[in-house]
T-cell receptor, first 111, second 117 residues
Framework: QQQVKQSPQSLIVQKGGISIINCAYE??????FPWYQQFPGKGPALLIA?????SEKKEGRFTISFNKSAKQFSLHIMDSQPGDSATYFC??????????FGTGTRLQVFP | KAGVTQTPRYLIKTRGQQVTLSCSPI?????VSWYQQTPGQGLQFLFE???????NKGNFPGRFSGRQFSNSRSEMNVSTLELGDSALYLC????????????????FGPGTRLTVT
């Protein structure tokens, strides 16, 4: 019930392409879904977050799509750039629980 | 605004020793959470402090402990170090604690890389 399942484990995308990372959860009490980006040697950085009252949130090239009935949410990176190469983590929390993280997706964007 | 700072950045200890890591949250943030990150286990929650009180604790042995001071700075301590404690220890701060509907965005520090030999 506490797990957040993330896929794929790794992703290779051409520059200019779309990167898509998916996460699924079981706990219907989760009400906050952030995505973090982590570069080697750095701590995770908050990228974008969504609450279940909306189905989509866009910030620049980054979009979260949220499907409450399927208990899934995904990160789309449009026009992927080599500088986007990093590890991405999804996470979820509820009003009674701390953040639970997915296992991470290593994204490589080749020029 | 300065980000979350963690000291030291790197640490090498031997088995059986104990270690203290420090975290200074973003100014105004009163909630501090600690995570352990390893290649095999990913990001695992250790504990969360808010207003000097531990609010949540993850599934770690009692060798892992923490505290928070009145200025919101936090420390975590690991006693009797084991090889498996080698990891990146991350601190994250937020305005409000878990369970809040607002301002729960967590901001991470760069981490302390602990190596146990």
């Amino acid at each position: 019930q506490q797990q957040v399942k993330q896929s794929p484990q790794s992703l290779i995308v051409q520059k200019g392409g779309i990167s898509i990372i998916n996460c699924a959860y079981e706990n219907t009490a989760f009400d906050y879904f952030p995505w973090y980006q982590q570069f080697p040697g750095k701590g995770p950085a908050l990228l974008i977050a969504i609450r279940p009252d909306v189905s989509e949130k866009k910030e620049g090239r980054f979009t979260i799509s949220f499907n409450k009935s399927a208990k899934q949410f995904s990160l789309h990176i449009m026009d992927s750039q080599p500088g986007d190469s990093a590890t991405y983590f999804c996470a979820a929390s509820s009003d009674t629980d701390k953040l639970i993280f997915g296992t991470g997706t290593r994204l490589q964007v080749f020029p | 605004k300065a980000g979350v700072t963690q000291t030291p950045r790197y640490l090498i200890k031997t088995r059986g020793q104990q270690v203290t890591l420090s975290c200074s949250p973003i100014s105004g943030h009163r909630s501090v959470s600690w995570y352990q990150q390893t290649p095999g286990q990913g990001l695992q929650f250790l504990f969360e402090y808010f207003s000097e009180t531990q609010r949540n604790k993850g599934n770690f042995p009692g060798r892992f402990s923490g505290r928070q001071f009145s200025n919101s700075r936090s420390e975590m301590n690991v006693s009797t170090l084991e090889l498996g404690d080698s990891a990146l220890y991350l601190c994250a701060s937020s305005l409000a604690p878990s369970g809040s509907t607002l301002n729960y965005e967590q901001y991470f520090g760069p981490g302390t890389r602990l190596t146990v030999t």
